[in-house]
């Protein structure tokens, strides 16, 4: 069966990166885009973008630009996601999602926490 | 860029009728998906391509689209279908677009 395993929760300083891992299994990695969301506590859900795990092509909200950098790696069959230039609003869970037609297979998600 | 507007809240009594709205220019164009997500737990597919369930959905649930306006409809809703509900669509490149959220209350 399809899974998304993320990597665990993280607390990070304003202005630091932070580089999180979703680990594919159950079908073939470099098939499907992967796009990732996040959600502040509270808030709505927010996309991010989407990289092409085949060709490693990568396509990123406008809100992002410019700090945001997804890349991935076939062999582990591991998307990544990073976001530079930590702000506090930054904290938030951020999922991993793989679409299939009408069907959503979410990581478990990732909480980034940004404090100093 | 593209936005989705959505009441910030609808509340009904255990078997009545819910509809939640959600509004934009991309709607126009492209179809819309509706996620239900309970607290603490990934979001849900209740509704694609404006008004297919997807399977397992109860059939309470239904989709209709009107111009640049979509409607989540839950029809008798029960005290388990109290939750948070997003409205979404993949506008042009396939830059997703979520509504800011409902919450939907039942009691």
């Known amino acids: 069966q399809v899974q998304l395993v993320q990597s665990g929760a993280e607390v990070k300083k304003p202005g630091a990166s932070v580089k999180v891992s979703c680990k594919a299994s159950g079908y073939t990695f470099t098939g499907y885009y992967m796009n990732w969301v996040r959600q502040a506590p509270g808030q709505g859900l927010e996309w991010m973008g989407w990289i092409n795990p085949n060709s490693g092509g990568t396509n990123y909200a406008q809100e992002f630009q410019g700090r945001i950098t997804m890349t991935r790696d076939t062999s582990i069959s591991t998307a990544y996601m990073e976001l530079s230039r930590l702000r506090y609003d930054d904290t938030a869970v951020y999922y991993c999602v793989r679409l299939d037609g009408y069907k959503y297979y979410w990581g478990q998600g990732m909480l980034v926490t940004v404090s100093s | 860029s593209y936005e989705l507007t959505q009441p910030s809240s609808v509340s009904v009594s255990p078997g009545q009728t819910a509809r939640i709205t959600c509004s934009g220019d991309?709607?126009?164009?492209?179809?819309a998906r509706w996620f239900q997500q309970k607290p603490g737990q990934a979001p849900m597919l209740v509704i694609y391509e404006d008004s297919e369930r997807p399977s397992g959905i109860p059939e309470r649930f239904s989709g209709s689209s009107s111009g640049t306006t979509v409607t989540l409809t839950i029809s008798g809703a029960q005290v388990e279908d109290e939750a948070d509900y997003y409205c979404y669509s993949a506008a042009d490149n396939n830059h997703w677009v979520f509504g800011g959220g409902t919450k939907l209350t039942v009691l």
């Open positions: 991309v709607l126009a164009k492209k179809s």
